[in-house]
């Protein structure tokens, strides 16, 4: 059974077509990659998956259930996203915001379990945060800022992994790192990933399968080998894309 399943998924905004009879399913062990143009539905789509915006038809399941049949509470245990605008100035130190992603499997409102506090802080060093665990939010950089809601994602421990854009604010470096530990993440806990971005290379790294976004009534979605063509990417940017490989590495670039 798919983790994820996407059933002739509809969906508009302002009127406009994001997707039609979308279908899509995600197992466990799966990262996905999410491509296309601005504007053409990425984030909606996220969200639409997660519940924050209501999909005007078709069917979304998760681990075989509707998802509306779903409480907040179950749905925060197996789907969690990291929303594009990231983490807002919260009046709360580091420490106490990764925390908030414990909140799902929390066994007691009034004391934190010391099984929290201990994937919360090994959360806080994949992203080397550590030391400002004791810091306000309002205090952190920007990449210091996605780092955390990063690492907030990362202590919920979901069953999907919903990303919006992960790369941004963060160099080079942390890119890799991030997408590294999500690997990780989804090799020894069985999880699954669905991420939005609109860098091709990082995709092309990282996703073994892509779904592709070209206009509101049409998707590619498959292997990473079948979808990410010169033709395919060009189709779906409006503008020429070209391709080199060097060393087993193939990279796109824009003509």
């Known amino acids: 059974m798919a983790f994820l399943e996407l059933k002739s998924l509809n969906i508009q905004i302002g009127g406009k077509q994001l997707c039609q009879d979308l279908n899509l399913r995600i197992e466990r062990n799966e990262c996905w990659g999410l491509l296309g143009k601005n504007g053409v539905g990425k984030t909606t789509l996220l969200h ?73 802080r090994h ?8 030391t400002l665990a004791d ?20 202590s919920q421990a979901p069953d999907l992994f919903l990303l919006d854009e992960p790369s941004n604010h963060l160099d080079v470096a942390f890119q890799v790192k991030l997408l590294s530990i999500l690997t990780e993440k989804i090799s020894n806990s069985a999880a699954g990933v669905l991420m939005a971005s609109h860098d091709i290379n990082l995709t092309a790294r990282f996703c073994d399968k892509v779904l592709l976004l070209i206009d509101g009534n049409t998707f590619l979605a498959g292997s990473r080998e079948e979808i990410l063509t010169e033709e395919n990417l060009s189709r779906a940017y409006d503008c020429p894309i070209k391709s080199i490989s060097q060393q ?6 824009p003509q």
């Not at 908030?100 to 929390?106: C, D, E, N, S, V």
């Not at 959360?123 to 550590?130: D, G």
């Not at 087993?248 to 670039?253: E, N, P, S, T, V």
Request: with cysteine; proline share 3%.
């Open 135 to 154: 810091r306000e939010v309002a205090t952190l950089s920007g990449g210091e800022r996605q780092r955390l809601s990063l690492a907030m994602l990362l």
């Open 248 to 253: 087993g590495i193939r990279l796109f670039y």
């Open 48 to 120: 639409s998956i997660l519940g924050v915006h209501e999909a005007d038809s078709g069917e979304i399941l998760i681990d075989g259930e509707c998802s509306t049949t779903l409480s907040r509470q179950q749905m925060a245990s197996k789907v969690g996203i990291l929303f594009q605008q990231g983490i807002d100035e919260l009046p709360a130190t580091v420490m106490e915001t990764v925390m908030l992603g414990r909140f799902p499997h929390a066994q007691s409102l009034l004391r934190d379990d010391p099984k929290d506090v201990a994937i919360a």
């Open 123 to 130: 959360a806080l060093a994949a992203f080397e945060l550590s």
